[in-house]
């Protein structure tokens, strides 16, 4: 047994005012270690903005939280007075500035991190100051948690699969220097295999009684209000919870309106929960006439995820990337109707006609169909969601954590 159970965490957002896969984790996988008497330490960059945090960590005991400089500066600072090229030079510059500072201030805390397993959320660049304070570091054991595949993150972003080759190369080398990796979902673990890189899937999980647990008596926004007039009108409601990206396939779902109302006599409403300039998709939706425009809604970031979730009719994964993710497990303990895209991302967790309908994956009118067949077929719906409900209890947050404790060395120098 080990005589000291602690356990740190190195994370590239300020914690915990950032909302997002990796902050979510964090909160959940620390409020569970808690519970079993684990020390924590957890190292988050400064915000540099002033905003309210997002995660209520006052309960917490145990857990020290310590500062990083803030990331963005530059960026943040002449955002509107440059271009993209000097955009990136700049972000590149804060990054390395970042990094040297923060390598310092963990070397400065090194006596804090002795015995510790330092779980450093995500690889570039969150794991170079630790990797450069490596030496300093005794009787600390670096794990790096891979949360998705980035390289084809970067080759949709910029168009070249040079910089995702790259970004590979660089990623290998880091995560040898690691004691132990884990990998956030099997299609990580695959990607991983792929650079020659051994990892350990350890999936995302989900607060199973929060989300199954029906509508819950919180302050009502005008959102859920506003939703829920909607459904005493007979609208069927059409939710994605995701942050406002191409890559959660928010343009997928916007482009399947017209063909969802062409083949559907039900009204509905497309309604996107999530943070995220909705105007970045205002071009998408003026191609279509005012009656398709009226039919897409953006609520915007919200804490009450499951209370949106238990007035939704269906709810649709569009998600490309890696990993097992957040927004379908909460999806499948809320007892919701899916579909989602027949990709490695949903079909590790989601079988098609058992726990979901999965479409074609990149076929528009696939999707519109799958969504007009649950629209239209309750029984299928209804045994949908308590096939995925039912599995989704694996995934409990408890359990995920007591795995974590299992992969885990038990000591220091193993």
């Given at each position: 047994?080990?005589?000291?159970?602690?356990?740190?965490?190195?994370?590239?957002?300020p914690?915990?005012?950032?909302s997002?896969?990796?902050?979510?984790?964090?909160?959940?996988?620390t409020?569970?270690?808690?519970k079993?008497?684990y020390q924590?330490l957890?190292?988050?960059?400064?915000?540099?903005q002033d905003?309210q945090?997002?995660?209520?960590?006052?309960?917490w005991?145990?857990?020290?939280?310590?500062?990083l400089?803030?990331?963005?500066k530059?960026?943040?600072?002449?955002?509107?007075?440059?271009?993209?090229?000097?955009?990136?030079?700049?972000?590149?510059?804060?990054?390395?500035?970042?990094?040297?500072i923060?390598?310092?201030?963990?070397?400065?805390?090194?006596?804090?991190?002795?015995?510790?397993k330092l779980?450093?959320l995500?690889?570039i660049p969150s794991?170079?100051?630790?990797?450069?304070?490596?030496?300093?570091?005794?009787n600390?054991?670096?794990?790096?948690?891979?949360?998705?595949?980035?390289a084809?993150?970067?080759?949709q972003?910029?168009?070249?699969?040079l910089?995702?080759?790259?970004?590979?190369?660089?990623?290998?080398?880091?995560?040898?220097?690691?004691?132990?990796?884990l990998?956030?979902?099997?299609d990580?673990?695959?990607?991983?295999?792929?650079?020659?890189?051994?990892?350990?899937?350890?999936?995302?999980?989900v607060n199973?009684?929060?989300?199954?647990?029906?509508?819950?008596?919180?302050?009502?926004?005008?959102?859920?209000?506003?939703?829920k007039?909607?459904r005493?009108?007979?609208?069927?409601i059409?939710?994605?919870?995701?942050?406002?990206?191409?890559?959660?396939?928010?343009?997928d779902?916007?482009?399947?309106?017209?063909?969802?109302?062409?083949?559907?006599?039900?009204?509905f409403?497309?309604?996107f929960?999530?943070?995220?300039?909705?105007?970045?998709?205002?071009?998408?939706?003026?191609?279509?006439?005012?009656?398709?425009?009226?039919?897409?809604?953006?609520?915007?970031e919200?804490k009450?995820?499951?209370?949106?979730?238990?007035?939704?009719?269906?709810?649709?994964?569009?998600a490309?990337?890696?990993?097992?993710?957040?927004?379908?497990?909460?999806?499948?303990?809320?007892r919701?109707?899916i579909?989602?895209?027949?990709?490695?991302?949903?079909?590790?967790?989601?079988?098609?006609q058992?726990?979901a309908?999965?479409?074609?994956?990149?076929?528009?009118?696939d999707?519109?169909?799958?969504?007009?067949?649950?629209?239209?077929?309750?029984?299928?719906?209804?045994?949908?969601?308590k096939?995925?409900?039912a599995?989704?209890?694996?995934?409990d947050?408890a359990?995920?954590?007591?795995?974590?404790?299992?992969i885990?060395?038990?000591?220091?120098?193993?």
């Amino acid at each position: 047994m080990e005589k000291i159970k602690k356990i740190s965490f190195i994370t590239l957002n300020p914690f915990p005012q950032y909302s997002g896969g990796i902050e979510t984790w964090l909160y959940n996988i620390t409020t569970n270690l808690t519970k079993r008497g684990y020390q924590i330490l957890i190292f988050s960059p400064k915000s540099h903005q002033d905003v309210q945090p997002f995660f209520d960590i006052s309960q917490w005991k145990k857990v020290k939280l310590y500062r990083l400089p803030a990331i963005n500066k530059f960026n943040t600072l002449f955002k509107k007075h440059i271009n993209f090229s000097l955009r990136i030079i700049l972000i590149t510059l804060d990054y390395f500035i970042w990094t040297f500072i923060s390598s310092l201030k963990i070397i400065l805390l090194r006596k804090k991190l002795a015995f510790s397993k330092l779980i450093i959320l995500g690889t570039i660049p969150s794991i170079f100051p630790v990797l450069i304070a490596k030496p300093f570091l005794k009787n600390t054991l670096l794990i790096a948690s891979v949360r998705g595949i980035i390289a084809d993150d970067l080759t949709q972003k910029t168009g070249s699969r040079l910089v995702a080759k790259v970004y590979e190369k660089i990623e290998k080398i880091c995560l040898k220097k690691c004691s132990l990796v884990l990998a956030n979902g099997y299609d990580t673990q695959r990607y991983l295999q792929k650079i020659g890189v051994i990892s350990q899937v350890l999936p995302n999980g989900v607060n199973f009684q929060k989300f199954s647990t029906p509508l819950q008596q919180l302050s009502e926004n005008n959102w859920i209000k506003k939703i829920k007039e909607y459904r005493n009108k007979n609208i069927q409601i059409i939710m994605m919870v995701a942050t406002l990206r191409d890559l959660k396939g928010v343009p997928d779902l916007i482009q399947a309106v017209p063909l969802i109302k062409k083949l559907s006599p039900l009204p509905f409403k497309i309604i996107f929960v999530g943070k995220g300039n909705p105007d970045t998709y205002q071009k998408i939706i003026n191609r279509f006439d005012l009656q398709i425009q009226k039919q897409i809604e953006f609520a915007g970031e919200q804490k009450q995820i499951q209370n949106f979730l238990h007035l939704a009719d269906i709810v649709v994964g569009l998600a490309v990337g890696g990993g097992i993710a957040h927004a379908p497990l909460e999806y499948m303990a809320a007892r919701k109707p899916i579909v989602a895209w027949n990709s490695n991302v949903y079909k590790q967790l989601l079988k098609h006609q058992h726990s979901a309908l999965l479409a074609k994956n990149k076929d528009i009118n696939d999707l519109a169909t799958q969504i007009i067949n649950l629209l239209n077929n309750k029984n299928l719906a209804n045994q949908l969601a308590k096939n995925a409900q039912a599995e989704a209890r694996e995934y409990d947050w408890a359990k995920i954590t007591d795995r974590l404790i299992k992969i885990l060395p038990k000591n220091i120098n193993e």
